[in-house]
């Protein structure tokens, strides 16, 4: 089944310099990247994002992490791979959300770790099934992003939207 999915490296694998390493191992999937951006994480997107797992004790920290608060790196790079079996693939070749319970030679086996707070610094966000990487990918692309239709779109006219724009 041809599928999308959202695949994040994280703040931690932005510190760590290890953005060339994971796209180099991404690549051995054959899947094609239709969106890719470095994208600023406000709060508001990384509660969204991570809203399953509200009420968890770890719920607060995990937030500052993708944040970028805990790596002094406030980004990450947000991108849509898309192609034949994406999800499994990419789930597969980064390895269990835990770092130790993770394959050694997956990403997350290689780079993650375990902080002393119990957050899984994992360096690699991979959506877990269709729904959610529908739900991801609404949360960090606009449909015009993304190369690809992958979901119905509408054309909208927005007024009064405050931006930044070049002086």
């Not at 692309?141 to 779109?153: A, H, K, Q, R, V």
């Amino acid at each position: 089944m041809i599928q999308p999915t959202l695949v994040l490296i994280k703040p931690d694998g932005l510190k760590k310099s290890l953005t060339g390493n994971i796209l180099t191992r991404l690549s051995e999937t054959k899947l094609e990247i239709v969106a890719a951006k470095m994208a600023k994480v406000t709060k508001d997107l990384a509660v969204k994002h991570y809203e399953h797992l509200k009420g968890k004790p770890f719920f607060d920290e995990l937030i500052r992490y993708l944040m970028g608060e805990l790596h002094d790196r406030k980004k990450v790079l947000a991108m849509v791979y898309w192609g034949e079996d994406a999800i499994q693939k990419v789930r597969e070749l980064a390895g269990a959300t835990n770092p130790e319970e993770a394959n050694p030679v997956s990403i997350r086996g290689q780079y993650g770790r375990i902080t002393t707070k119990g957050v899984y610094e994992n360096a690699i966000h991979a959506s877990t099934n269709d729904i959610e990487a529908e739900r991801e990918i609404k949360l960090w692309f606009e449909p015009d992003e993304i190369i690809l239709d992958l979901y119905p779109s509408k054309k909208a006219t927005i007024t009064s939207v405050e931006k930044r724009v070049w002086a």
